[in-house]
């Protein structure tokens, strides 16, 4: 989004409009505000419930089966809409999928805020799943077609953290807003909110540069259709999917799921204190989507980078699954590190742009999504079968050691994903600049 302000809008022929010249730059200004606000609520809302899962827990005596369906059900929208997705982004565009959709996030946040049982808060997390499903595709898309090819994994880093904006706002500062004003006004004011920035994506939004070549594919919407069969033969992409789906479903059940309920119950932190931590580790992940921007650059290999980071990310979390001091300044240390190395998926989404058309990158990455979110679904659930394995205390907090057990499985997870991912060749950053 912002990143594309950055690029060189010098070249190319300028044509006019019915009304004044056409410009790049007045295009992209108009559009970056409010995809970066788009693409921060959608971590908001994915994310807010990891601050308040205690509070949930509580209201409605949840086991933690069930409180991490909760979330789960999010990730179980996104999953199930990434198909039509793929195919709505290169049939019909960007700006009309991403603004049709989000209004479905803003309706989940307002039914999850009135929700009285679990199965109204399971409702409204599912709208959001489905209704924040096309944005970071979207954005991606938008990316693809506005600035260079060999900068695509920078352009699509600072984007994400502009969007991971969303997980620091779902921290301190949401935590205070519950504590003044209760979770569910604060939801049905973000509801609210984001019902007005879904009309502005319609209004904002062009989904190419009108001087750029093959503004139109030719396809119909059944040939659309056709076409994402062929993507979803090519055995490169589950290569892809395997990496994305471990590394961000590590990621996500950690940040947005069990990070508030482990400070929680093996740190007795309140919601404050929840809060606080909660941004710290927020603030390392957007470090770390910053620095893995240039890194296929800097060494001419996105297979590589993905590889360093990917080992990384294993040893942080096999370093809280050995985790045994009750020291909150530690953990954080440790949460912060792990969140440090956990945002490849610039680099990823990068590689599997070189390796496939332009009139297919929204079915490709959708499809690399699909099985993404499909894996978050999967591991939500299995850690919560985790923790369910072990005997929870009067207050229904789980032991130390189901903590240390569920870290210790996403880090064998991660080591296989590895394997699997490395199969798919590398294409350099070099090889595609002009």
């Not at 969007?163 to 779902?170: A, D, E, F, P, V």
């Not at 950690?254 to 309140?270: A, M, T």
């Amino acid at each position: 989004m912002v990143s594309i302000i950055n690029a060189d809008m010098s070249d190319g022929p300028k044509p006019a409009s019915a009304t004044k010249p056409y410009s790049r730059h007045a295009a992209i200004a108009r559009m970056a505000p409010v995809l970066a606000m788009a693409f921060i609520l959608a971590h908001f809302l994915r994310s807010a419930p990891a601050v308040i899962a205690p509070n949930l827990r509580a209201e409605l005596d949840l086991t933690p089966g069930q409180l991490s369906s909760l979330p789960a059900a999010i990730f179980l929208g996104a999953a199930l809409m990434q198909l039509p997705v793929g195919v709505f982004l290169d049939r019909f565009g960007p700006r009309r999928t991403m603004a049709g959709l989000f209004s479905l996030a803003a309706i989940g946040a307002l039914v999850f805020a009135a929700a009285q049982g679990v199965t109204g808060l399971a409702i409204g997390l599912f709208l959001i799943g489905c209704g924040a499903a096309p944005v970071f595709m979207g954005v991606i898309v938008l990316l693809s077609r506005w600035i260079p090819r060999d900068q695509l994994a920078t352009g699509t880093a600072i984007s994400i953290s502009i969007g991971g904006t969303g997980m620091l706002l779902s921290a301190s500062p949401f935590a205070a807003a519950v504590e003044l004003y209760g979770w569910r006004a604060s939801l049905f004011a973000v509801g609210g909110f984001t019902l007005m920035v879904a009309a502005a994506l319609l209004v904002m939004v062009r989904d190419r540069p009108e001087d750029a070549p093959g503004q139109a594919s030719g396809e119909t919407l059944y040939e659309t259709i056709l076409g994402l069969r062929h993507v979803l033969r090519d055995r490169r992409i589950y290569s892809f999917a395997a990496v994305t789906a471990v590394a961000v479903g590590t990621l996500v059940t950690i940040r947005n799921l069990w990070i508030g309920p482990y400070l929680n119950d093996v740190f007795d932190l309140d919601i404050v204190a929840r809060g606080n931590v909660i941004f710290v580790v927020s603030v390392a992940w957007l470090i770390s989507a910053l620095l893995y921007g240039p890194l296929d650059r800097w060494f001419d290999t996105r297979r590589g980078v993905v590889t360093g980071g990917t080992l990384l990310f294993a040893a942080m979390t096999a370093f809280l699954a050995l985790n045994t001091s009750s020291s909150v300044l530690i953990v954080t240390i440790l949460l912060s590190a792990f969140a440090l190395f956990a945002a490849m998926a610039s680099p990823i989404f990068a590689h599997a742009r070189s390796l496939f058309p332009d009139s297919h990158s929204g079915r490709v990455f959708t499809a690399i999504n699909l099985c993404t979110w499909s894996g978050v679904f999967v591991m939500q659930m299995g850690t919560g079968a985790i923790l369910d394995a072990f005997p929870v205390d009067e207050l229904g907090r789980s032991p130390a050691i189901a903590y240390r057990t569920m870290f210790g499985a996403l880090a064998v997870a991660l080591m296989l994903a590895l394997v699997v991912y490395r199969r798919v060749e590398d294409l350099p950053p070099s090889a595609e600049r002009d």
